[in-house]
């Protein structure tokens, strides 16, 4: 089982990150014997109680789901105001251990949101029509808005009147086929993609950023940032092969 912050990085330096966790990879028995070592998101060093003894979740996945809605990814202490999103498979919830989930998830306040395809495995061809096609590889998002600690939201459910000022490309018509025809036409608005080189990146009077390397401790950084950074760290000899002396 995994749970991922929204927008974490390492170090974490995104905000809004601690707002929402995902949750995926359903696929144990919920009480099965199982246990993960707590470790900070943003430093990745391990957690331990006041006598510097190190901490896990366990000793059920059961156990590790709920305490990991009690605490989030990067803390061990009480996080009452949080979201958290889970994500099962149409194959994982056709099973004995997807079920056993789905009641573990509804047990825990958590509410059905939408079902989506994993477009990884239905391409990039766009649909000519509503209902061209029908998923075989179903997703179902459920969610846990939970609203209860100091600092808590008093009405959770009202948008924010700079969203609801602005024009609705929908007119209000949340049907599934007028969300198709909206999103399709926005599609074909807004498209081709187009990816740049790094020349045309320079060219365009924008910074060269790279993205960060989780493994490496790195955060996203300008390319020469980066460079000079990484020109004043020794490297490390290649391990040598026994076999070869």
Request: glycine share 10%; aromatic share 12%.
């Amino acid at each position: 089982m995994e749970f991922l912050r929204f927008g974490s990085s390492i170090p974490g330096g995104y905000w809004g990150c601690c707002a929402v966790c995902i949750i995926q990879n359903f696929k144990y028995e919920p009480d099965a014997k199982a246990s993960i070592e707590l470790v900070s998101g943003d430093g990745g060093y391990p957690m331990t109680d006041n006598d510097g003894n190190q901490q896990f979740a366990g000793p059920t996945y059961r156990d590790i789901f709920q305490q990991r809605l009690r605490i989030g990814t990067f803390s061990n202490t009480d996080m009452p105001n949080h979201t958290f999103f889970a994500v099962l498979t149409e194959g994982q919830i056709g099973g004995k251990v997807g079920k056993a989930w789905l009641e573990i998830l509804k047990e825990s306040g958590f509410e059905f949101v939408r079902t989506v395809d994993n477009s990884v495995y239905t391409g990039d061809q766009i649909a000519k029509a509503f209902k061209h096609e029908c998923s075989s590889h179903k997703n179902y998002i459920f969610a846990l808005y939970r609203n209860i600690g100091r600092g808590l939201v008093e009405d959770p459910f009202t948008p924010p009147k700079a969203w609801t000022d602005l024009s609705d490309p929908y007119s209000g018509d949340m049907s599934p086929k007028n969300v198709f025809d909206v999103q399709k036409a926005l599609w074909e608005k807004n498209g081709p993609t187009k990816l740049l080189t790094e020349a045309e990146v320079v060219a365009a009077g924008a910074p060269v950023i790279l993205a960060g390397r989780r493994k490496e401790g790195a955060a996203p950084e300008e390319k020469s940032a980066r460079e000079a950074r990484e020109s004043k760290t020794p490297k490390k000899a290649p391990a040598s092969n026994p076999a070869f002396g």
